[in-house]
């Protein structure tokens, strides 16, 4: 049966493996064990993972900026998929930025990944017409 649940410091290595087969990204700003030490320093509890009898199979990082909430790294374990546990990872995360009185939630899709639109989508979240933009900070 598969489990929400915080993220405990022995999930690490399974965390960074979900996380480093599902976006192969080299960006300096995008390390995996860099992410989960900064948001343990911030809102651990904001951190979840997916637990299947033991085996982590999936994750979300949500924050929240007092304005929005953010979901981010959002991850099914590939042979996991299907069964509802991206659903219910963002449902857990929603339910949790709520609690902290987020109102609105938002979440960046990256190019080339527009498949992921009609997933957020069944869970009621809507394109909207906005212009993205970043800056590196150092
Ligand atoms: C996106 C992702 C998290 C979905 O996880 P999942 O556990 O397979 O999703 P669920 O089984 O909970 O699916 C929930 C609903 O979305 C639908 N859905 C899931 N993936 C979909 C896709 N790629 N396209 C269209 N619909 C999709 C399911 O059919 C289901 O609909 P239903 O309620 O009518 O049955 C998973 O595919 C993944 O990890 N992808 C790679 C990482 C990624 O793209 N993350 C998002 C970054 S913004």
């Known amino acids: 049966m598969v489990t929400l649940r915080r993220y405990q410091s022995d999930d690490r290595p399974a965390v960074i493996e979900l996380w480093s087969d599902t976006w192969s990204d080299p960006a300096s700003h995008n390390v995996p064990s860099e992410d989960i030490d900064r948001k343990l320093a911030d809102s651990p509890d904001l951190l979840l993972v997916a ?15 007092g304005h929005r909430g953010w979901i981010n790294r959002l991850a099914v374990d590939a042979a996991h998929r299907g069964q509802g546990i991206g ?51 150092g």
């Open 51 to 65: 637990d299947d009898e033991g085996v982590v199979v999936g994750t979300v990082l949500a924050g929240f900026d």
């Open 87 to 137: 659903r219910a990872l963002v449902r857990e995360a929603e339910a949790r930025l709520s609690a902290r009185g987020c109102h609105k939630v938002n979440l960046q899709i990256r190019e080339g990944e527009a498949c992921v639109v009609a997933f957020y989508e069944s869970l009621g979240y809507r394109v909207e017409p906005r212009i993205m933009m970043g800056k590196l900070l």
